[in-house]
């Protein structure tokens, strides 16, 4: 399984950005994917998780995203896609995805490149 997400960028305080996470090889081998986050200086934080293998594509989300933030999915274009709105200063970070052995992404397996978020006015 090889992941890599897109779609980082310079946005303003309030404004809205979606990242894309784009994944190979067969979805047999995870269930499903996670999105996390580091900032200079701090911890990575899981943003959030969303089912792959499941037909529901259940998602949970991080307390400091949730209202904010959407996972969803396009199983025929392998893509998971993070909308991320109502930005805020302390969303900047590099956002990487990661594919989970498990449906509620405790065993990580892959870990895709980064996309940096940088929210500024």
């Known amino acids: 399984v090889q992941l890599q997400a897109y779609g980082g960028g310079l946005v303003q305080p309030g404004g809205s950005l979606r990242l894309s996470c784009v994944h190979s090889?067969?979805?047999?081998?995870?269930?499903?994917i996670a999105w996390f986050r580091q900032a200079p200086g701090k911890e990575r934080e899981r943003v959030g998780c969303i089912a792959i293998s499941s037909s529901d594509g259940r998602t949970n989300y991080a307390d400091s995203v949730k209202g904010r933030f959407t996972l969803s999915r396009d199983n025929a274009k392998n893509t998971v896609y993070l909308q991320m709105n109502s930005l805020k200063p302390e969303d900047m970070g590099v956002y990487y995805c990661?594919?989970?052995?498990?449906?509620?992404?405790?065993?990580?397996?892959?870990w895709g490149q980064g996309t940096l978020v940088t929210v500024s006015s």
């Open positions: 990661a594919a989970a052995i498990d449906s509620q992404c405790r065993a990580l397996r892959t």
């Open positions: 090889g067969s979805t047999l081998d995870f269930n499903a």
